[in-house]
């Protein structure tokens, strides 16, 4: 099973590798990014919200072809807490709604029954091949930033018992990857040193095996078939790096990947290992260790970008790291883009971005920041932003900016701020609290009021925030102020497109247009797209759409100078 867009719409593919034959699956309006194969490769599993709002049911489909039908007959609609799937056909299903988390057990023939459920949230990771066992990453300790794992045995009656509980105190994240193959080992992923590393734990008997590798970077790992082996995933400085490691004599083995992102790894039987690879300059395939390629998409071969060249910048909390990517034979100082990434708990990496490319094809220089918060610099480095959320990240921001101009890179008079979700909310903030630094600001479905997105968005994301302020806004509500791109639209000076999606469950429309509202009130330059769509599009025209509507923005307001190579992109 893949995901691809051939159609104009991400939807969900199947492949027959003995045949050849590729098939779609799934044909919906706004698009279907959620799916998986269950153990035998019968069934094709999908997750189907409305429009986009990430509110719904798993449905499945014969891996031949079929009717869709639904996968768990009487479970209600919910977001996705996650999906363990097992030979006989048992499933178990993770929910996520404003009542918290719970797992729900499914056998053919049956109604679901619930096997766990807390007010707090949590995720399913896996089920053991005997279905005995099954493994949750949960916060009933209340802080869902840093969970805690636990393994529950199925009994007869269809409840479950808890076997074990691993939970490294407050501060420190665990995270279930899953069970190894045939057995009831657990692969976990911890970060008691500082940053995320791999350990296999033993709930039968509590033994630990730490998995100490002498690389750079954090690390996260994955089962081979006959689980006797690890494939790690090196994470360090933007770039993957993927090592075989055998637990038993401590070897670790580098495979033979260029330099770029692994967005995914997988060893077959024989021993390849097939990967899903990008850089900034080559767009995505899947590949193997022996050279071949094996999957890419169909049609024109998308056009090469530019390098990116790395950055170490002075900041308040340490040297932060930045991707550079500037228009081949382009004169400095440069009209430049600061594309914040989202997350926060992610990072800007060298993997191929088409809006990246879109931006250099259109003369501007392209700068990416890994402030504080980003994951991939350690466990103290992405906390950093707790109790001071986006104005830490900010700091960074600026910290790189100044160092943009200083540097000869950067035209002062042309500095966007542009960013999605988590980076629209920078985007607006920083416009606020930093108004004399940007040109202009342009914020894709962002966070604006945050009492008011706290309110409306889902209770998964509640959570993530009462971790980060210590509490939800009624608790610190000063925090939540200080934070809030609202409190500091008065201050904001540069003309702002605002991006924006109806069925929005993440940064809900609600809080958006009490944002546009105070723009309009005072009088503010600003312009308005809104798409009919969730947390982002899925649809390809509505994508280009977004580009273009940016594009043309950026291009009114900045005039930048047309040098270098002509504008490939529209």
Known sequence: MF???????WEIYTWDRATGEQRQVTKRHHGTTSGTLDPTGTWVWWFGDTDGDEFGTWRRQPFQGGPDTAAVPGLPPSYIGGLALGVSGLALVGRSTDDGFSVHLSRPGTQPRTVYAHRQEGWIADLSHDESLFVIGHSEHGDSRHMAVRV??????????????????????????????GGHRVLVLHERHGRVEPLIWDPLTGTEQEIRIDLPGELSAGWTPDGRSLLISQDHRARSRVHRHDPATGATTPLDIPDGLVAAAAARPDGTVEYSWSSSEHPPVVRDTTGATLLAPPGPVAPPSVPVRDVDVPGPGGDIHALVSVPAGAAEPLPTVFMVHGGPQAQDVDAFSAAVSAWVDHGFAVVRVNYRGSSGYGAAWRDAIEGRVGLTELEDIKAVR????????????????????????????GLGVY??????GIAAMPLADYAASYADQMESLRAFDRSMFGGSPDDVPDLYRRSSPITYVENVTAPVLILAGENDPRCPIRQIDNYIARLTELGK??????????????????????????????????????EGPSPRTA
Do not use: C, K
């Not at 108004?435 to 202009?440: F, M, N, R």
């Open 3 to 9: 995901r691809g867009n051939a159609s104009g719409t």
């Open 152 to 181: 529950l045995r199925l009994l007869p009656d269809g409840t479950a018992a808890t076997v074990a509980d691993l939970w490294d105190g407050p501060g420190r994240d665990l995270t279930p990857v899953g069970f190894a193959p």
């Open 525 to 562: 330059s600003h312009e308005v797209y809104r798409f009919d769509a969730g947390h982002g599009s899925f649809v390809v025209e509505e994508l280009i759409r977004h580009m273009s509507a940016e594009l043309d923005f950026a291009q009114r307001f900045t005039a930048p100078r047309r």
């Open 402 to 429: 100044d160092w943009a101009v200083a540097s000869g890179l950067a035209d002062a008079g042309r500095m966007i701020l542009e960013g999605g979700s988590w980076g629209g909310y920078l985007t607006l903030l």
């Open 435 to 440: 108004p004399e630094d940007w040109s202009l």
